[in-house]
């Protein structure tokens, strides 16, 4: 079982940034992808960014060139660096986590963190 654990939320004006972070309970080289997904009030949950263990990075088209993902592999945690905020990036984000164990896939979600962009 892997336990994820979202932080960084919170709110913040248009253009600013902010970074949101996911805090991984096992070695993040036993993962087979990491990614970032959100989900706006009235939406379904949409793919924001992903990061394959190869070191694969793909982003949304609404979010490239804005929001970079990274890990950190010492402290264990999947990060998510959000700039030039709009008003539309508002929403729930939450981590992703897939693993491959004895064959079957598993994947897990966190919490969830809220990402509000407001004036």
């Known amino acids: 079982q892997v336990q994820l654990v979202e932080s960084g939320g919170g709110l913040v004006q248009p253009g600013g940034s902010l970074r949101v972070s996911c805090a991984v309970s096992i070695s993040m080289f036993s993962l087979n992808s990491m990614g970032w997904y959100r989900q706006a009030p009235g939406k379904e949950r949409e793919l924001v960014a992903s990061?394959?263990?190869?070191?694969?990075?793909n982003y949304a088209d609404s979010v490239q060139g804005r929001f970079t993902i990274s890990r950190d592999n010492n402290k264990n945690t999947l990060n998510l660096q959000m700039n030039s905020l709009k008003p539309e990036d508002t929403a729930v984000y939450y981590c992703n986590v897939d693993q491959y164990y004895y064959g079957r896939r598993y994947v897990y979600w966190g919490q969830g963190t809220q990402v509000t962009v407001s004036s």
């Open positions: 990061l394959s263990s190869g070191g694969n990075r």
